[in-house]
């Protein structure tokens, strides 16, 4: 593999736009862009709720929020601190010093919520078994209101799908089998879409979000994602799933 190659898979832009442009794909992904000055006019205006992201972050770092208020004012929040902004020049400004040189897109957000009101988002591997794209398993990451976004690592949760889907979506059951099978479309879909431009990789870990009505949305997808830990909410099952299709992955 090039070292092009490498680089664009470890893009979030890069990978956003392969996806935005297959049409097998596009459904599930947000409107994501290159952060500058005219990408952020142009996405606050369409959006009231924005990202930012760093283009090769990982776990989380680096992230930001920014909200626009009905006055023109902003808000731009970190799971650690926020900044009001009483204009775009003043957002810019901020943004710029704090994003510096580095290279970070802007993405429309998608508001997961559980039936009381707390973010969550889902992990989804998906494999290379003989030739095509399974489906693998999947666990959801449920956090509490304040946050921006999920994080096991500062007091975020792991809950089995099956936990997220009838104690905090409360879905009935025709609900949840329409989603699962939406969770294998979009997942084989998005491996075999990746799969003709990185050949070598078997395995994504790709981040989903759920809005109000159902529909799946794409955050972005890791090449080198974590294996699921040993015991989420007392069951290994999750884990051995994982290790039991990842040895049957080529």
């Given at each position: 593999?090039?070292?092009?190659?490498?680089?664009?898979?470890?893009?979030?832009?890069?990978?956003?736009?392969?996806?935005?442009?297959?049409?097998?794909?596009?459904?599930?992904?947000?409107?994501?862009?290159?952060?500058?000055?005219?990408?952020l006019i142009k996405m606050t205006e369409a959006h009231q709720d924005v990202y930012?992201?760093?283009?090769?972050?990982?776990?989380?770092?680096?992230?930001?929020?920014?909200?626009?208020?009905?006055?023109?004012?902003?808000?731009?929040?970190?799971?650690?601190?926020?900044?009001?902004?009483?204009?775009?020049?003043?957002?810019?400004?901020?943004?710029?010093?704090?994003?510096?040189?580095?290279?970070?897109?802007?993405?429309?957000?998608?508001?997961?919520?559980?039936?009381?009101?707390?973010?969550?988002?889902?992990?989804?591997?998906?494999?290379?078994?003989?030739?095509?794209?399974?489906?693998?398993?999947?666990?959801?990451?449920?956090?509490?209101?304040?946050?921006?976004?999920?994080?096991?690592?500062?007091?975020?949760?792991?809950?089995?799908?099956e936990t997220l889907f009838q104690k905090h979506l409360l879905y009935d059951e025709?609900?949840?089998?329409?989603?699962?099978?939406?969770?294998?479309?979009?997942?084989?879909?998005?491996?075999?879409?990746?799969?003709?431009?990185?050949?070598?990789y078997k395995e994504y870990g790709i981040d989903v979000g759920i809005d109000s009505?159902?529909?799946?949305?794409?955050?972005?997808?890791?090449?080198?994602?974590?294996?699921?830990?040993?015991?989420?909410?007392?069951?290994?099952?999750?884990?051995?799933?994982?290790?039991?299709?990842?040895?049957?992955?080529?």
């Amino acid at each position: 593999m090039s070292n092009i190659k490498k680089n664009h898979i470890r893009s979030k832009l890069a990978v956003s736009f392969l996806l935005s442009e297959t049409p097998s794909t596009a459904r599930y992904i947000p409107d994501t862009q290159l952060l500058y000055r005219e990408s952020l006019i142009k996405m606050t205006e369409a959006h009231q709720d924005v990202y930012i992201k760093p283009d090769r972050g990982v776990q989380g770092i680096g992230i930001k929020r920014v909200q626009r208020a009905d006055d023109g004012t902003y808000l731009l929040r970190t799971n650690s601190y926020s900044v009001n902004c009483p204009d775009l020049n003043t957002l810019w400004s901020v943004l710029h010093r704090l994003t510096g040189d580095s290279r970070h897109v802007i993405q429309r957000t998608i508001t997961s919520k559980t039936y009381d009101g707390d973010p969550f988002d889902m992990r989804v591997h998906v494999f290379r078994v003989n030739g095509t794209w399974k489906l693998g398993p999947m666990f959801a990451r449920l956090d509490s209101n304040e946050k921006i976004t999920t994080n096991v690592a500062r007091g975020g949760k792991i809950l089995l799908m099956e936990t997220l889907f009838q104690k905090h979506l409360l879905y009935d059951e025709e609900t949840q089998q329409k989603m699962l099978e939406s969770f294998k479309q979009c997942a084989e879909a998005i491996g075999q879409t990746l799969n003709g431009m990185y050949p070598p990789y078997k395995e994504y870990g790709i981040d989903v979000g759920i809005d109000s009505g159902n529909q799946l949305w794409v955050y972005e997808v890791n090449l080198n994602p974590l294996q699921p830990a040993k015991i989420i909410e007392g069951s290994n099952s999750v884990y051995s799933q994982y290790q039991e299709i990842k040895a049957m992955s080529s």
